[in-house]
């Protein structure tokens, strides 16, 4: 029977850096991937934040396929009927070392895998792993396709619904207060248009998130991000927020009227979508999070719940490649010892705890508890709307003087209220 | 393009390979549960759908594997695996 070092359940991205860094160190490392290629099955908003990992895999970037890096950020507050867009760009933000890309997994994951090869990993595609083998309670292979693969370690990185972390008992059960979907269209365009559209030079890029009626008042968002010749445009929406929305919008018809809205529709136009595409996503942080390691089993990114949404930045890839770095790490740390034992692959949880990984876990701990309230969805977006509506209006006649135009949508209540949500985001 | 394209065209653009089983089933005699009529709102695909008998049907042709109908529903009314190795959707782009 075939041993190898370390089998890998997933090949995006905690499974190829998890790859990447042990066969770079010599172990002999298996990969296995359901899809076709690597990336055939893993879905992103569209951005990767670069700066956390860069020192993790300094040979990585210079070659990486992004698209284009992001030169211009930008927020826009929809109202029913109005939104308000703040834009945040300049020297800083153009400037290398760029903050961060906009990436499609289909090229990029794909191209990952390679340089993983490259290492001396050995890939897998089209293998659905379907159980792991346990042996007095420890984790010594998996069964993929009818054959038995043993290892040292397996590491989980089968993604956010890890039927092998529940296999081996790591992961808590799926509580769909924990959970948004995203849903989301690759919009072909030409490039010249895409670039004269969105006032970009070169490789330069844009995202813009959107927050309020895009979800129809629901805990959630849109984005929009800018590809070398594509556009990523979607929604992320909470899994219980849909479901107690009162309006029953289905996830479909958000995105659909999300596109049909006059300040996208006209940011599309001239496109062709290309792709629709759709995902699970961990939002529960640190309460949501089952164990991380086991005797002989290690769980890195979605599937140990490592993706985070605070608002205007939502994450996941970086803590994906970071968490597969220090699985690889605990791996080989255990190999030194010859211990695979829960209590040696401990070192793993050691790792991620001293690294920003666990500390922004930490940090925002609360933030699914505090950012999920309906005033931030409707109330907030409207009250801008309406106080920008106000200021720029030329009524036919007079114009009212401008504080009392502001104080009449700030009554003594609004401000306590306000106060109220402030306290609330102390948290964060 | 402010013509709404229909979920049924848009799924028509990715490329799906066939799998030799269902890989989502709607467990015997859960056709009726409450909990199902929650994965007509939020599959992103809209493959269930509920009857005029109040059952809820499931076609996975075009499913996305996403995996929001199993944690909005559950394991108590889903039989849930994903497509065999090579099989389902494979997006191009992601």
Redesign the interface.
Known sequence: MEKFDVIIVGGGLAGLSAAYTLAQEGLETLVLERGDYSGAKNVTGGRMYVNPIRDLFPDLWKKAPFERFIAREEVSIMAEERSVTMQYDGNELAQEPYQSFSLLRGKFDKWFAREAERKGAMLVSKARVDDVIMEDGKVVGVRADGDELRADVVIACDGVLSFIAEKAGLRKPLASKNYAVGCKEIIEMDRQLLEDRFNLQGDEGMARLYMGDVTGGSFGGGFLYTNKESLSLGIVVGIDALLENEEAFKAPELLDRFKQRPEIASLIKGGQTAEYSAHVIPEGGVKAMGSLYGSGILVAGDAAGFSMNIGVTVRGMEYAMASGYYAAQAVMAAKARNDFSGASLAEYKKLLDKSFVMEDFNNFKESLDVLDHSRFFTFYPELAGSIMRDLYAVPAGAKDRIFPTIKKHMTVGEIFGIARDMWRLRKI | ??E??G?KA??G??VF?EDKEFHIRIKPGREKDERLK?A???????LYSANDAGDVEISVDGC?????C???C?EEVLEWH?????A???????
Request: aromatic share 8%.
């Open positions: 393009m402010s709404v394209m979920l848009k799924l653009l990715n390979k929650k007509v709102i939020v599959c992103p695909s809209g996305l594997e996403c995996g929001t199993l944690i909005a559950g994903y497509p065999s190795g090579g389902g959707v494979q997006f191009r782009f992601g």
